[in-house]
């Protein structure tokens, strides 16, 4: 049954399916799969507007995960995972919303925004908060162990926010809680703290390859002294 897309005759709500699934089926979605199945929280279904992208990343995941259209969420779990981009969030809520199902609590994993991308799930009765995983994620496989000990931005209503606590506790990770209308400036630290150092690095290797230095050589040079800045910093502070 693993990798099996069903369309509207999904099982009655009782049959048994785990309470958890995960609406998106891009890298952040597969490493949160992959994440929580190796910590015991069973994935039940992952869902995708591409049926073969849903099928694909409940392969990844494993532990017999079912690959569902959005519309089935509210029919196999109680609990979902919005992992989807940013802009595709309040159009999946509204589809999860118009649900039948037995939906309690939802969380997205975008990190510019609270609660209120879930709004139209928040109208139906469902508890609605964020978690954010800060980090960088480049592929699935690398993301599921990326996950591990990480910090995650929590927010949202009690329910939501106790479940949101629980992921975090379970991936060994470390809560972050953001006040109300603040999650912009928690976005722009993780922007200044990733990008930025990227962007950093790219041009510092520019200037290895015009003062000579082979491309080859220019990153593998710089990266020891930018990790061992970083670790300064965390160690003894940003401001000496």
Not at 95 to 103: F, K
């Amino acid at each position: 049954m693993q990798g099996r897309y069903t369309a509207s005759m999904a099982p009655p709500i009782n049959a048994g399916v785990s309470e958890v699934a995960i609406a998106g089926a891009g890298p952040v979605a597969q490493a949160l799969g992959r994440a929580l199945q190796e910590c015991g929280i069973a994935i039940g279904c992952i869902a995708s507007r591409n049926p073969d992208h849903a099928k694909a990343a409940a392969a990844f995941i494993g532990g017999g995960a079912l690959a569902v259209p959005y519309c089935d969420i509210p029919l196999h779990a109680s609990h979902v995972l919005v992992a989807v981009s940013d802009r595709a969030i309040e159009p999946v809520a509204a589809e999860l919303a118009r649900g039948n199902g037995r939906l309690r609590v939802a969380l997205h994993t975008c990190g510019g925004y609270g609660p209120e991308l879930l709004a139209p799930l928040s109208a139906v009765g469902v508890s609605c908060g964020g978690i954010h995983p800060l980090q960088t994620i480049c592929d699935a496989s690398q993301g599921a162990a990326a996950l591990r000990s990480t910090a995650f931005a929590v927010s949202g209503d009690a329910q939501a926010l106790h479940w949101a606590e629980e992921i975090a506790t379970a991936l060994s990770g470390h809560v972050l809680h953001i006040r109300p209308g603040a999650r912009h400036l928690y976005h722009a630290a993780a922007v200044m703290a990733s990008n930025y150092i990227a962007a950093l690095l790219d041009s510092a290797e520019q200037l290895m390859l015009l003062a000579g230095v082979p491309k080859e050589d220019a990153l593998r040079a710089l990266a020891p002294l930018a990790r061992t800045s970083i670790d300064n910093v965390v160690q003894c502070g940003a401001v000496e």
